[in-house]
T-cell receptor
Framework: DGGITQSPKYLFRKEGQNVTLSCEQN?????MYWYRQDPGQGLRLIYYSQIVNDFQKGDIAEGYSVSREKKESFPLTVTSAQKNPTAFYLC?????????????FGDGTRLSIL | GQQVMQIPQYQHVQEGEDFTTYCNSS?????IQWYKQRPGGHPVFLIQLVKSGEVKKQKRLTFQFGEAKKNSSLHITATQTTDVGTYFCAGGNQGGKLIFGQGTELSVKP
């Protein structure tokens, strides 16, 4: 059964700590995305990747980093520089990065500050 | 940057009443997509509209794309408790990006 798997479902971060959110897809999609969702603010794009070994900053990239070493994987690191990391993080993928392609989402990771 | 504005932010209806959410963009869109996110869940793709003035239906849901390709609406006829969730529009812009609206949270009272 193809899809997108995000882990963990819940994550807690201590002050000054970097944490990494996992996103894996077996849909053979080229494009992958990370969004942050806060109440009442919809989905805001953090980073996206059109193809392996390439990624671009989205609207709110500060305090985050990503890598795309494999087509299937697009991990997101929330660094200590992100002062307000508490949010719901969603990973998505699409066949290509064209805007007419539907995006498929994972179940999300809820990140909180300890 | 370009924004896609969606209203209302919240809508509370009695079961059986109709519901409409609206999206507006300041610039022409290449396409518009609609997603539904159930409480505690993730967004799920519902439909895409591409042509000017396009209207599509899915059972009780009617989706419209404006003539100028700058606005869109989702109308649900005779809401049911299973319609509860947040509905997002997402517009494709000339730069090849998909811009999400803020979403409309629908609650349905039985």
């Amino acid at each position: 059964d193809g899809g997108i798997t995000q882990s963990p479902k819940y994550l807690f971060r201590k002050e000054g700590q970097n944490v990494t959110l996992s996103c894996e897809q077996n849909l053979n999609h080229d494009a992958m995305y990370w969004y942050r969702q806060d109440p009442g603010q919809g989905l805001r794009l953090i980073y996206y990747s059109q193809i392996v070994n390439d990624f671009q900053k989205g609207d709110i990239a500060e305090g985050y980093s990503v890598s795309r070493e494999k087509k299937e994987s697009f991990p997101l690191t929330v660094t200590s520089a992100q002062k307000n990391p508490t949010a719901f993080y969603l990973c998505a993928s699409s066949i290509t990065d064209l805007p007419n392609q539907p995006q498929h989402f994972g179940d999300g990771t809820r990140l909180s500050i300890l | 940057g370009q924004q896609v504005m969606q209203i209302p932010q919240y809508q509370h209806v009695q079961e059986g009443e109709d519901f409409t959410t609206y999206c507006n963009s300041s610039t022409t869109l290449s396409n518009i997509q609609w997603y539904k996110q159930r409480p505690g869940g993730h967004p799920v793709f519902l439909i895409q509209l591409v042509k000017s003035g396009e209207v599509k239906k899915q059972k009780r849901l009617t989706f419209q794309f404006g003539e100028a390709k700058k606005n869109s609406s989702l109308h649900i006829t005779a809401t049911q408790t299973t319609d509860v969730g947040t509905y997002f529009c997402a517009g494709g812009n000339q730069g090849g990006k998909l811009i999400f609206g803020q979403g409309t949270e629908l609650s349905v009272k039985p």
